[in-house]
């Protein structure tokens, strides 16, 4: 009976531990919660585990690339955006007018990338923001900006083309509508053929729920 005993420990341990990864680390709770809504949505096992800094979400194993593909393709996890009192803290040193012009400047790409990055389909975005200059001549070159924008094959993005040029334009002033560049292109897929799910996750809520019967069973039958 020993061996019984230690078999069904083996496989027991097997079952809650084997097959299951770690997909993201420190999480939000938010946002944790509804990546794991989308995985739920489409049908892959996941959940998640509260850590000392933030949320784990746990997958099984032969689901993991789904689940990293599904979440990138619907812009998770969220990318983090610089603010002001990160770029200019209060107590910073005083920085040169060219160094502040700099700052500037970047918090305005920031800015909007982040209304960009609000989109349905936007997947990642860059905004670069190119300076007004004079050269020794007094000949002056306009500020430009150009975008590049990642997004869902699943929208059709081209459709926003005009409205984001128009946002675009609205949040710099002075910058000439044909001064803006967009540049748009849809992610591929990577997905993999649809595996029979495991039930790992339903096998321990099983043995959780039942884990009073399981101890008794393992003092009557040492």
Not at 104 to 128: A, C, W, Y
Not at 203 to 216: F, L, S
Request: hydrophobic share 40%; aromatic share 8%.
């Amino acid at each position: 009976m020993k061996v019984h005993r230690i078999l069904f420990l083996t496989a027991l341990a097997f079952l809650l531990t084997a097959c299951d990864v770690d997909l993201y680390r420190s999480l939000p709770e938010d946002e944790a919660n509804q990546m794991l809504a989308l995985l739920l949505q489409h049908h892959i096992n996941a959940e998640k585990k509260q850590e000392e800094d933030g949320i784990t979400l746990r997958v099984e194993q032969s689901q993991f690339i789904n689940a990293v593909e599904l979440l990138r393709l619907n812009g998770y996890p969220h990318r983090q955006f610089t603010t002001v009192d990160k770029m200019f803290p209060a107590n910073q040193l005083v920085v040169s007018p060219q160094e502040e012009q700099q700052k500037i400047n970047f918090l305005k790409e920031q800015r909007i990338e982040g209304m960009l990055s609000q989109m349905e389909g936007v997947i990642n975005t860059k905004v670069t923001i190119a300076l007004p200059t004079y050269d020794e001549g007094s000949n002056y070159s306009p500020s430009s900006v150009a975008v590049f924008i990642k997004y869902s094959p699943q929208v059709n993005m081209e459709a926003f083309r005009v409205k984001i040029k128009d946002l675009i334009e609205k949040s710099i002033p002075g910058l000439q509508y044909d001064k803006i560049s967009i540049l748009m292109q849809p992610a591929e897929f990577r997905m993999v053929p649809d595996v029979p799910a495991r039930q790992t996750f339903w096998i321990r809520d099983v043995i959780n729920t039942n884990k009073g019967k399981v101890m008794k069973w393992l003092i009557k039958y040492p």
